[in-house]
């Protein structure tokens, strides 16, 4: 195993870049600098470990590059928040992934009401326009950070009196099951880019057009009949989605 060396090493064959590179990237891993933290400014590297402004610059942006630092204009640079990796291989609640990884899952109810349904919606879920639907919009947060805001719509006929129920404390997809028999077994979904608008930014405390992962799905239960049409809206900073593919 390398042994770790906190200098720049002169006879090295690696360039100042990369080794400085490798000395804050174990920092940042090693847990001597937390997510949050604040890591010294280029001029005190620079004092530090006696390289150029320009190594110095060319470290950080390594460390931006891979997504372990962030740097806030007229602020400084801080260590990164991990983000979270979701798999696009099987269907998972929300409140399930976060309680995998360790983390206290928790929803803020933005708004709860019975909808007919709009005729985009309707050829989505193959009813009529019209049809009542229940329309679910929820905050979702990890130890009480803003992660992610859902928007659902359920054919109210599957999942009758839903909304005098309790699904703010638990997961929606663990009472559906419970109480309605009620399983999403596949979906269909598709992922994009998009900016945050003022009024979503402000509800997931990150800044106007900052990026958000939007996901539109159509999720379908054990009868093979679609039931629920889904909007997400991942936080791009804390978000990543990822998929094994085989050649």
Known sequence: MQHY???????????YYYQLYVILR?????????????????????ERYGVSRVTARQALEALANEGLIERHRGKGTFVAYPTIEQALTRIISFT??????????????????????????????????????????????????????????LVHQFCPGLLELDYRSGSLRELLEVRYDLRWVRAKQVIRAINAPRALAAILSVKPNAALL???????????????YL???HRGDRYSLYNELRG
Not at 27 to 44: T, V
Not at 127 to 144: F, K, S, Y
Not at 214 to 227: A, H, L, Y
Request: no cysteine; hydrophobic share 35%.
């Open 214 to 228: 939007f996901i539109e799905r159509v999720s379908f239960n054990q009868q093979d009949i679609p039931g629920e």
């Open 96 to 153: 399930e992934d976060m309680r995998q990884r360790g983390a206290v899952p928790s929803t803020r109810v933005l708004s709860a009401s019975l909808v007919p349904a709009p005729e985009d919606i309707a050829g989505k879920l193959g009813i009529d326009p019209g049809d009542e639907l229940v329309r679910l919009e929820r905050l979702r947060l990890a130890d009480g950070e803003p992660m992610t805001v859902e928007e659902s719509y």
């Open 5 to 15: 060396v906190d200098r720049i090493v002169r006879d090295s064959k690696l360039p």
């Open 26 to 46: 174990h920092k940042i891993r090693r847990g001597e600098w937390q997510p949050g933290d604040m890591i010294p400014p280029e001029s005190e590297l620079v």
């Open 231 to 233: 909007r997400l809206y």
